[in-house]
């Protein structure tokens, strides 16, 4: 099977000597999964970064195995915030979540989109709310929608029950309203509501291990 598509880096691995098996999530076909020979060669290893967005062109023999992927560059993007380590810390947050929840070989164009939009939006100041929104959003795309009723309350943290759980949620999530201002503790509180709603919907029911680079992500606005 042989096609072409554009997509992020999602995960990578050493695979014998001078090659990679990389895992991308692609705008046509989902999560896929490939070998890249000479990806730890100093050309195509600078720019096999993970979030990076490239050109990918797939041959395989069979529809259900991995293929052999050329890989060209189409947008460097982890290399603009090696020096910033929130921004560095979501861009593999999102990486490792994508990595784990999307199942293999389904497409999956609105999360894709959300994902384009989170980063093209990734230099703006108010880039952790909509870090945020991304998230949700993600949970609510793979099945697991829920819905408030919006609020007058003067409070910034409302109490709401969703499938008999009790989570605090801020009010700019319930009212889906963006922020002028927001402080770290909002930060703090949104990314609590969004990681248990994730341990409670993916993680725990399947006994999967939460991304490191999430948790450390939420421990950057303590």
């Known amino acids: 099977m042989n096609w072409e598509d554009e997509g992020y880096l999602l995960n990578k691995r050493r695979f014998r000597e001078n090659a990679n098996i990389v895992n991308f999530f692609t705008y046509k076909y989902g999560k896929i999964s490939g070998i890249v020979y000479g990806g730890t060669s100093r050309k195509i290893k600078n720019y096999l970064q993970i979030s990076n967005k490239l ?78 929104l991304w998230e949700l959003k993600l949970i609510k795309d793979l099945g697991y929608g829920f819905n408030f009723e919006k609020t ?32 770290n503790e909002i930060i703090t509180h949104s990314l609590f509501f969004t990681r248990n709603l994730l341990l409670n919907k993916f993680f725990l029911p399947n006994n999967l291990f939460f991304p490191k680079s999430r948790n450390m992500l939420e421990k950057y606005f303590i």
């Open 55 to 132: 050109f990918l062109i797939n041959n395989s023999t069979k529809s259900n195995k991995s293929g052999y992927l050329k890989v060209e560059i189409l947008e460097a993007i982890s290399p603009k915030y090696f020096d910033d380590k929130k921004r560095s810390c979501s861009l593999l947050s999102t990486a490792e979540l994508l990595n784990i929840l999307l199942p293999e070989a389904q497409s999956y164009k609105n999360i894709y989109s959300s994902l384009n939009n989170y980063i093209k939006n990734l230099d703006l100041q108010n880039w952790p709310i909509i870090y945020i």
């Open 152 to 183: 007058n309350l003067e409070k910034n943290i409302i109490s709401v029950k969703i499938d008999n759980i009790i989570y605090k949620v801020p009010k700019f999530i319930i009212n889906e309203t963006i922020p002028d201002k927001f402080s």
